[in-house]
């Protein structure tokens, strides 16, 4: 696998990691999600991590700078569905992940990305389908 894949949702992109990253794929993700934000104008980005179960101080350097880089573009980043042993990594290795908001799940993740960007309507109808 040499793409994580990365879906647009209204104003955000939603990424779904489902395997543990190794460098090269981190890398290309993190490329991959600025560039995207770049070119669909994104306000959110979610990152479900669910699925990861080791994470090291690269993977968290990683995701502070993706938060970083989209912050700078106008977007907020919210990590979602990590792993009680992720966090205990992540404070033991010293990362705060400065930036980069948290959420229990995808719900939770998306309400916390709805009231970053505020309620604009226009936002989220912006790609709705208007037929009747």
């Known amino acids: 696998m040499d793409k994580i894949p990365i879906l647009r949702m209204?104003?955000?992109l939603l990424v779904?990691?489902?395997v543990d990253l190794y460098d090269?794929?981190?890398l290309n993700l993190e490329t991959d999600l600025v560039n995207m934000v770049?070119?669909?104008g994104a306000?959110?980005?979610l990152i479900d991590i669910s699925a990861v179960s080791i994470v090291d101080s690269f993977m968290g350097r990683i995701l502070g700078n993706i938060a970083s880089m989209t912050r700078v573009l106008d977007a907020e980043t919210v990590v979602v569905g990590m792993q009680p042993a992720v966090?205990?990594?992540l404070i033991e290795l010293g990362l705060s992940l400065s930036g980069v908001y948290t959420a229990l799940?995808?719900?939770r993740?998306?309400?916390l990305l709805q009231t970053k960007i505020g309620s604009d309507d226009e936002l989220i109808d912006d790609d709705a389908d208007h037929t009747e």
Do not use: S
């Open 10 to 12: 209204g104003p955000f």
């Open 16 to 18: 779904t990691i489902q």
């Open 24 to 26: 090269r794929l981190a």
């Open 38 to 40: 770049h070119k669909t």
């Open 43 to 45: 306000r959110g980005v």
């Open 87 to 89: 966090a205990i990594t």
């Open 105 to 107: 799940d995808v719900e």
């Open 109 to 111: 993740g998306m309400a």
